[in-house]
């Protein structure tokens, strides 16, 4: 070998070895970005976890705070009906006539009814707001998963089209 091709052969592998060198380093470079990126998203979706199980029991302490007022309420009706009925039959013992039974009766019966029909619009009501109350906190969740989620997809997709 002369000195001009073992020259050239030095060039042509030094060349080589800077190739694969730039190749190897750029290699490095886009799995250290892609390992960011994965514990980037993994930090993401471990704190979408928190605030999802956060959303939960926020959720389950709404529930828990309405059923204790619906019982409440149906407490407060089941004694108003109660200490009507105790008064209607004191009055019922106390009337001298048939026509004083049929009147005091009727109007037990009618305040009865009027009483059970506002009830139950006002528990209609009330378990409507719990409901709700209950799943507001999971609705704003499920809002933000749906978003992550999307942008997961997108990113993922541009990712996809960028090794193609």
Do not use: C, H
Not at 69 to 74: G, I, M, S, V, Y
Not at 138 to 151: G, P
């Amino acid at each position: 070998m002369n000195g001009k091709t073992g020259k050239k052969a030095g060039d042509a592998a030094e060349m080589a070895f800077k190739s694969a060198t730039q190749g190897y380093e750029k290699f490095a470079e886009q799995a250290r970005s892609k390992m960011d990126e994965a514990a980037k998203a993994y930090d993401e979706f471990a704190v979408l976890g928190k605030e999802t199980a956060d959303a939960v029991m926020a959720a389950s302490n709404a529930y828990a705070k309405g059923l204790e007022q619906l019982t409440a309420e149906w407490l407060s009706f089941s004694k108003q009906s109660v200490e009507g009925g105790i008064a209607t039959t004191k009055a019922l013992m106390g009337a001298r006539t048939i026509q004083e039974v049929v009147d005091l009766q009727a109007t037990f019966a009618k305040a009865q009814f009027d009483q059970f029909v506002s009830q139950g619009a006002k528990f209609g009501e009330m378990a409507t707001k719990v409901a709700q109350e209950t799943f507001e906190p999971l609705n704003q969740r499920a809002t933000v998963a749906v978003e992550k989620f999307i942008k997961l997809a997108a990113w993922s997709s541009s990712q996809s089209r960028a090794q193609t």
